[in-house]
């Protein structure tokens, strides 16, 4: 695994928009900005005013998301940040159609959503992958559902596999791998059914800090080669910054978009550039500075806010 | 080898014991049969066919009444699980329904329908699909959720979801249940047997006890116990070390 975080690293970087060669450009801004940034580039996935609300048991209603407005370009790399319970991983639930929001809209391609697609594919926290099936049949899943014949299955498995470097890990169970390479199947299983849009949940948050340094270059790596749009949601301000083209900033309870944060870094990039360090500075002070104020508010006492500012050394 | 030695050892002693007692002569042998009598009679009963006739004619019954609950269980259980007005329904009744013999179902079965192999199969499907039923029900809430997720977000949906996902996820939590449900079955199917001329194992039990045969009666028994045990310990065997091997549970 190390040699593959060696070629990783030297990974020739596509000059893209998407990819600007230098200059840090941060801080707060106006959702304008942003889309002038990247104008050239084809909505792909569109949250217009989503709210999302529910009872508690006590009867009471609940108000989770609040006027969710969020776009995500083609290929674009989106990572959601914001304290836990603001809904981010809700958020995704709704993107992917496995619950309905109660009011606004959810557009993939300017089609509304309706229920799941394997045009979106989730990739959960963990335990998302089956454990009576194989790797091979786990990724395979998707397509079998489709209908593809057995031959063109067990070739885009092959080509998939590969690409996640797990190989010679066909015939295993799932129990028999680590964290990282169940994580690393999972990402196989979803592109496998060639999903326009990845939604990951906090997929890097239970595993160590060196594999999820790298994964972090394979995801890196299998965007770029792939193109695929991703809502990546997490606590770890310093992976979204190390990940994203944008972060995009959730408030505590309800969920309300509160900033955007573009992050022009050059890829590929590293958890350890000072650059990334001193992004993740900026988005975490707001951050902690809006938990606070939410934390105040509910409770009239200043709690410290539960976030993981990532790894600070 | 310690284990086997151990197994000789206790087997041994008990078919000692009862040959002690047989030899001492305390009860009249058609009372309390010697153990190379029931032997005979095994080998008598295998000999003439009348044995492996009762063998299959059960069999068969047992697995068509416990194929049924099965599948009805399952159906009813997964209903129970995911219906909310079902769960606080019919959920209690079948708790209670629980405490009930099978073979209480034996007059209805027989008015319902008729005094043939319908009538046994329906108080082998009543002694068994409960413990299916409430097993299906209890793996489909241990199931952990995000199976489920899963597979709908990969595009699994209605019959496709339950049958590669919803089906499997559960296996380890209804495993028990199914193995407690074929136990009421065999159990259900012998005790059906025993009240109505019908060829099964049952039957020549009873046939025993007409003819004041107690080694053919005890001979009976042992066949009974052995094929319960076999299909516990074969099929059910395997499929829960199947079931650890892929899952890597340990086995408790």
Same mark, same amino acid.
């Given at each position: 695994m190390s040699t593959n975080a060696q070629s990783v690293r030297g990974f020739p970087v596509p000059v893209s928009p998407r990819m600007p060669? $230098? @200059? !840090? +450009? *941060? @801080?707060?801004? &106006? !959702?304008d900005h942003v889309e002038r940034d990247l104008s050239t580039r084809v909505s792909k996935v569109g949250l217009s005013d989503i709210c999302l609300s529910y009872r508690t048991q006590a009867g009471e209603r609940l108000l989770a998301l609040d006027h969710i407005n969020l776009q995500g370009r083609a290929g674009e790399f989106v990572c959601v940040v914001g304290p836990s319970g603001c809904g981010k991983s809700t958020l995704l639930h709704l993107i992917a159609g496995l619950h309905p929001q109660t009011s606004g809209q959810i557009l993939i391609d300017g089609n509304p959503v309706q229920g799941p697609g394997t045009d979106r594919i989730l990739i959960f926290q963990e335990h998302g992958l089956f454990p009576w099936l194989t !790797?091979?049949?786990n990724v395979e899943f998707g397509m079998k559902m489709k209908g593809l014949p057995k031959a063109e299955r067990e070739e885009k498995m092959r080509h998939y596999l590969r690409l996640v470097h797990l190989g010679k890990f066909e015939k295993s169970y799932i129990h028999q =791998?680590? @964290?990282?390479? $169940?994580? $690393? !199947?999972?990402?196989a299983r979803a592109l496998a059914t060639e999903p326009d849009v990845l939604l990951m949940d906090e997929p890097f948050a239970a595993l160590d800090a060196q594999t999820r340094d790298l994964l972090h270059d394979e995801l890196e790596r299998i965007w770029s080669e792939t193109g695929r749009t991703i809502i990546f949601v997490t606590h770890n301000v310093r992976e979204a910054v190390r990940l994203g083209d944008r972060v995009v900033l959730l408030t505590f309870r309800p969920g309300r978009v509160k900033s955007e944060f573009p992050v022009s870094l050059p890829r590929p990039r590293s958890l350890e550039d000072p650059e990334v360090a001193l992004a993740a500075r900026e988005v *975490?002070?707001? =951050?902690r500075d809006e938990i606070n104020q939410s934390l105040e508010a509910e409770y009239k006492v200043g709690i410290k806010p539960h976030i993981e500012p990532g790894d600070e050394q | 080898m310690k284990r086997a030695a151990r197994y000789i050892l206790f087997y041994g002693a008990l078919l000692a014991l009862w040959t002690l007692l047989a030899k001492l +002569?305390?009860?009249?042998?058609?009372? #309390?049969p010697t153990p190379w009598g029931v032997a005979e009679s095994l080998y008598a009963g #295998?000999?003439?066919h009348t044995y492996w006739i009762a063998i299959r004619v059960s069999m068969q019954r047992v697995i068509i009444g416990y194929g049924i609950s099965v599948v009805l269980g399952m159906i009813l259980g997964l209903g129970v699980a995911s219906n909310k007005f079902l769960e606080e329904t019919m959920g209690g009744l079948l708790v209670s329904l629980q405490s009930l013999p099978s073979i209480c179902w034996w007059p209805l079965a027989l008015l319902w329908f008729g005094l043939n192999q319908n009538a046994i199969l329906f108080v082998v499907v009543? @002694? &068994? *699909?409960l413990s299916v039923t409430l097993a299906m029900e209890d793996g489909r809430k241990q199931m952990p959720k995000i199976f489920g997720q899963a597979g709908r977000n990969l595009g699994a949906k209605g019959f496709k979801l339950f049958w590669y996902v919803l089906l499997p996820a559960s296996l380890p939590f209804i495993v028990s249940g199914l193995k407690q449900g074929w136990a009421f079955a065999w159990r259900s199917l012998i005790t059906a047997e025993m009240l109505y001329l019908s060829l099964g194992l049952g039957q020549v039990l009873m046939m025993g006890r007409d003819l004041n045969d107690m080694s053919a009666v005890m001979a009976v028994m042992i066949l009974i116990i052995a094929l319960g045990y076999i299909v516990d310990g074969v099929v059910f065997k395997s499929m829960e070390r199947h079931l650890q091997n892929k899952w890597g549970l340990t086995p408790a």
């Open positions: 060669t $230098r @200059g !840090v +450009k *941060l @801080g707060p801004v &106006s !959702v !790797v091979a049949q =791998l680590s @964290g990282g390479m $169940r994580q $690393r !199947v999972a990402i *975490l002070d707001e =951050l | +002569k305390i009860w009249p042998p058609y009372l #309390f #295998f000999q003439d009543m @002694g &068994s *699909l």
